[in-house]
């Protein structure tokens, strides 16, 4: 089966640009989650899609990230304006089953730079 | 809360040696323990999991992982390193009372030399 996969895989923006990251699931994989990594920390969650309703983004860090997961598919997380600390890596997952119990699937990420 | 530590940043050892990686965890309710690693430019790559049962629990790749309560602890271990397994270790724990997030730790470097 096809993996997650996330677009682009690096972006460099300056500070005030728009991003959107696109991460496709797996087929089937209902349960959808959005995890960030900054340099050298923790991977911090962000939130998690069930089909297209959000199960849960009490880690989103604030007003300027908006993920979106319209007919269930493909997500998208955009940030506007981008901000320096929001540089990162951004790591979307799936699952078959939620509640995390399942393991989760991850993509490869996507490396963004804010100047 | 939830939270996960991974005391070392990296630890290394010799190709054909025993290798522990460290992990303690603190979580209110029963813990789910996971271990993922993550090679060069790609994602995390499910490893094994602790929910119930022997407190032993064996993954992929020849690791495997004891689940010490009074410690609480999940350290990863395999008894015979090989180059190849070289990459960044993530130890994850969820509470497993009701639905809550799965919390990541900062990740342990494991370099192994020939």
């Known amino acids: 089966e096809a993996g997650v996969t996330q677009f682009p895989s690096h972006s460099v923006i300056e500070k005030g640009q728009t991003v959107t990251l696109r991460c496709d699931p797996i087929?089937?994989?209902?349960?959808l989650y959005w995890y960030r990594r900054v340099m050298g920390k923790e991977i911090k969650f962000l939130l998690h899609?069930?089909?297209?309703?959000?199960?849960?983004e009490s880690g989103m860090p604030n007003n300027r990230f908006l993920a979106e997961r319209t007919g269930g598919t493909y997500s998208t997380l955009k940030v506007q304006p981008a901000e320096l600390e929001d540089s990162g890596v951004y790591f979307c997952?799936?699952?078959?089953?939620?509640?995390?119990?399942?393991?989760?699937?991850f993509g490869n990420g996507t490396r963004l730079t804010v100047t | 809360a939830q939270s996960v530590a991974q005391p070392e940043d990296q630890v290394n050892v010799a190709e054909g040696n025993p290798l522990t990686v460290k992990c303690t965890y603190s979580?209110?309710?029963?813990?789910?323990l996971f271990w993922y690693v993550q090679y060069p430019n790609r994602g995390l790559q499910f490893l094994l999991k602790?929910?119930?049962?022997?407190?032993l629990v064996k993954g992929s790749y020849g690791f495997e992982a004891e689940f010490n309560k009074s410690q609480t602890s999940f350290h990863l271990k395999k008894p015979s390193a090989l180059v190849s397994d070289s990459a960044l270790y993530f130890c994850?724990?969820?509470?497993?009372?009701?639905?809550?997030?799965?919390?990541f730790g900062k990740g342990t470097m494991l370099l192994v030399s020939p």
């Open positions: 997952a799936s699952s078959l089953q939620g509640a995390f119990n399942s393991p989760l699937h």
């Open positions: 087929s089937g994989h209902d349960n």
């Open positions: 899609f069930v089909k297209e309703s959000k199960q849960d």
């Open positions: 979580v209110s309710g029963n813990p789910y």
């Open positions: 602790y929910i119930t049962g022997d407190n």
């Open positions: 994850a724990v969820r509470d497993g009372r009701g639905y809550s997030t799965l919390t």
